[in-house]
């Protein structure tokens, strides 16, 4: 094990700090420095936030194998854990390792497999016409964010959970704080404490008057003795927050870059093949893949990582978009091709904490991608693509607006 | 080609579903992996070879038909 002396020392070694900024006019491009460790140094140290001097692994084929070893832990309240930002304690199962991770993540198992979120197809059709109707009849431009990529998964958790949409200025908000990396360690605790305040009391509701929903499931487990409130609670705060803020992005953020390939998203919008959407679904996934914070995990066992070895006990950061951006994975890496063969990306993560919502966030993306141009074939951007507002500054990447015509 | 599931460490992605449909299914109840055909016919192996390879938990395992 690295002594903390040792860790100093390294630390003011002018290690790189992750994460590190994209370059200048390459917003849909991960950052230099994490393609050139990739070439040259896949497991390499940096530095974080809070001083601490974890793994950074670059390559496709040392992430999916360090995320799928049972070695390596995602034991969030864990001292050797590299924690993202200060302000997050706990966040249900995703912090914790199996068995009590695959116990409570199969209590909402049953609401996300293929067949139940397929189900849910016309309902989230529904949304989605919805939004584009209202799109349809209101003034022009618009933000795409507010106006659309945003209320629609929104709708749609509200719906599975039965949060009502009405607090979702509330809910939103208190998200934003969360991914924002600005946000000081007393925001995002208050920002999570109001979450589960809010979501606490619904599910205290949900005791007296259960109905066919995901909170109400959550109060039976509790009223079983099987969860506490406060893990019900925690549940119930991932789901809504995962549930809103990452489909948000990545509808936003594929929609402007599709705008940018005006051949692909031609291909996209006019191919009479329904298997061409599904296919951009993965395509767009693993180029953009918009959770850029760096899955975090340390190993409990020394590990043997690109030729060197990884010491129990620690840190490891493994930023999924560039391991999606690996051209042993993927050839030709940076081009969108919608026709590719992209199935195998990690934008989801990979192991047993690999993303329950992707049955629900797979269904979203190819509904909005069939719908959204076909009714709208006008569609451009309304500003210089220069002053699009990125978010360099969130764990979770996107735009904070996008003002659109037709 | 002999698949066999391991239930423990599925995690109920559902990624084998949407990769090969006519072997793998999940349950109601908690989402977990359903072998339904062990020894599927030969058109649908490369399907096989996918969905063992996105399973995130290694759950999956191949015997022969390589």
């Known amino acids: 094990m690295t002594s903390t002396s040792d860790r100093t020392a390294e630390s003011t070694a002018g290690l790189p700090r992750f994460p590190m900024p994209r370059a200048r006019g390459c917003p849909f491009d991960p950052s230099p420095v994490l393609r050139e460790l990739q070439r040259e140094t896949p497991l390499a140290r940096v530095e974080l936030w809070d001083g601490s001097t974890p793994w950074l692994v670059t390559r496709y084929a040392d992430q999916r194998a360090l995320l799928a070893d049972p070695r390596v832990s995602a034991e969030m309240a864990h001292p050797d854990y590299p924690r993202q930002a200060p302000g997050i304690g706990s966040l249900g199962f995703i912090g914790l390792d199996d068995p009590e991770h695959a116990r409570q993540r199969r209590m909402v198992g049953a609401a996300f497999t293929v067949k139940k979120v397929e189900a849910m197809r016309p309902a989230v059709q529904r949304i989605i016409d919805e939004a584009v109707d209202a799109l349809l009849a209101g003034p022009r431009p618009v933000d795409l964010v507010q106006a659309f990529a945003l209320p629609v998964p929104s709708l749609v958790i509200c719906d599975l959970l039965d949060v009502p949409y009405r607090d979702h200025g509330f809910f939103q908000r208190s998200t934003r704080t969360l991914v924002h990396r600005g946000s000081t360690g007393e925001q995002r605790a ?25 909170l109400s499931g959550l109060s039976a487990r509790v009223q079983a003795g099987e969860l506490t409130h406060r893990q019900a609670t925690e549940m119930a705060v991932l789901l809504l927050v995962a549930g809103h803020e990452t489909t948000a992005n990545m509808i936003a953020l594929s929609t402007l870059l599709l705008l940018r390939h005006p051949d692909q998203l031609a291909l996209l919008r006019d191919s009479a093949d329904p298997t061409v959407v599904t296919r951009a679904v993965e395509e767009l996934l693993r180029l953009l893949n918009i959770t850029h914070g760096g899955r975090r995990r340390f190993a409990t066992a020394d590990i043997e990582v690109a030729g060197q070895v990884v010491r129990a006990g620690e840190g490891l950061v493994m930023p999924n978009d560039i391991a999606n951006r690996d051209p042993a994975a993927f050839p030709d890496p940076d081009r969108l091709d919608i026709t590719r063969d992209a199935r195998h990306h990690i934008a989801f993560g990979f192991g047993v904490h690999q993303c329950l919502g992707q049955p629900l966030a797979r269904l979203e993306l190819e509904l909005v991608y069939r719908t959204l141009f076909r009714r709208l074939p006008g569609l451009r951007l309304a500003t210089d693509f220069e002053q699009v507002p990125f978010k360099h500054d969130g764990f979770v990447y996107g735009v904070y607006e996008l003002p659109v015509t037709w | 080609m002999k698949i066999t599931v391991d ?29 339904l055909d062990p020894e599927p016919a030969e058109h649908l192996h490369a399907a096989v070879r996918d969905a063992a390879n996105v399973c995130p938990a290694a759950a999956i395992t191949l015997d022969g038909g390589a």
């Open chain 1, 190 to 214: 208050e920002a999570l404490g109001a979450l589960a305040e809010y979501l606490g009391r619904l599910l205290a509701a949900k005791l007296d008057d259960p109905a066919d929903d995901l």
């Open chain 2, 7 to 35: 239930e423990d460490k599925c995690c109920g992605a559902g990624s084998c579903v949407l990769t090969a449909p006519d072997v793998f299914d999940q349950r109601d109840e908690d989402g977990v992996v359903l072998l």
